[in-house]
């Protein structure tokens, strides 16, 4: 298991960009909206980091071994450190929403973990009591990206976890949109009001009155 990537949903996703390009190296592997059935978007950078590499044999691990290693790491072998997504939305957006519950910051939505095989870590912790936002894995169409969100975990500070699987191209724009769309507070509390009333106003920055 790996860390894949961290999500951000911000105020004003260029500001933030410029920020992580500037003092972390990123750079913009990918731009794209998403729009919503109401009519509403999500705009949206995948940043890559410096670090990374084309050869990935297995997949997120390089070794010290490989071409264009400096000499230090010969022989050792580390994880490739983390993509970077950067969303924000208009008001009554599924994003422009969540940031504005966290007085109009935002913050980090989600942390995704890559895993070799998604269906057994997925019900290992179902099974475990883990819930999740969506009832089956969501699969790219053109591609075999692999993902799903876990329910905020109150154990892991409200944050989101995401399993991921990747395929070959990156991120996948039907994914992301079915991914936030399993995120809108309004179908969640639906779901759960009855149950966990006062752990989801906290975890989605409503009031309990
Ligand atoms: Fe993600």
Redesign the pocket.
């Given at each position: 298991m790996r860390l894949d990537?961290i999500?951000y949903r911000v105020k004003n996703r260029q500001a933030t960009v410029d920020f992580i390009v500037k003092n972390f190296g990123y750079s913009v592997g990918a731009e794209f909206k998403i729009s919503f059935d109401n009519g509403t978007q999500a705009n949206c950078f995948a940043l890559v980091p410096p670090e990374k590499d084309s050869i990935r044999q297995p997949p997120w691990l390089l070794s010290g071994q490989g071409r264009n290693r400096p000499p230090s790491t010969a022989g050792s072998t580390f994880h490739l450190p983390p993509e970077i997504?950067v969303s924000d939305g208009e008001t009554n957006s599924i994003v422009g929403n969540w940031v504005k519950e966290r007085g109009g910051i935002g913050g980090v939505h989600?942390v995704?973990y890559q895993v070799d095989d998604i269906d057994s870590v997925f019900n290992e912790w179902k099974d475990g009591g883990v819930e999740f936002l969506s009832e089956n894995i969501i699969d790219c169409p053109d591609d075999n990206l692999r993902?799903i969100f876990t329910k905020p975990l109150e154990l892991m500070g409200g944050v989101i976890v995401?399993l991921i699987t990747r395929g070959d191209k990156g991120f996948c724009e039907h994914s992301v949109k079915e991914?936030m769309e399993s995120t809108d507070k309004s179908e969640v509390e639906k779901d759960d009001e009855v149950n966990h009333p006062n752990t989801l106003n906290w975890l989605y920055g409503g009031n309990n009155s």
């Amino acid at each position: 298991m790996r860390l894949d990537h961290i999500a951000y949903r911000v105020k004003n996703r260029q500001a933030t960009v410029d920020f992580i390009v500037k003092n972390f190296g990123y750079s913009v592997g990918a731009e794209f909206k998403i729009s919503f059935d109401n009519g509403t978007q999500a705009n949206c950078f995948a940043l890559v980091p410096p670090e990374k590499d084309s050869i990935r044999q297995p997949p997120w691990l390089l070794s010290g071994q490989g071409r264009n290693r400096p000499p230090s790491t010969a022989g050792s072998t580390f994880h490739l450190p983390p993509e970077i997504f950067v969303s924000d939305g208009e008001t009554n957006s599924i994003v422009g929403n969540w940031v504005k519950e966290r007085g109009g910051i935002g913050g980090v939505h989600h942390v995704a973990y890559q895993v070799d095989d998604i269906d057994s870590v997925f019900n290992e912790w179902k099974d475990g009591g883990v819930e999740f936002l969506s009832e089956n894995i969501i699969d790219c169409p053109d591609d075999n990206l692999r993902q799903i969100f876990t329910k905020p975990l109150e154990l892991m500070g409200g944050v989101i976890v995401e399993l991921i699987t990747r395929g070959d191209k990156g991120f996948c724009e039907h994914s992301v949109k079915e991914l936030m769309e399993s995120t809108d507070k309004s179908e969640v509390e639906k779901d759960d009001e009855v149950n966990h009333p006062n752990t989801l106003n906290w975890l989605y920055g409503g009031n309990n009155s």
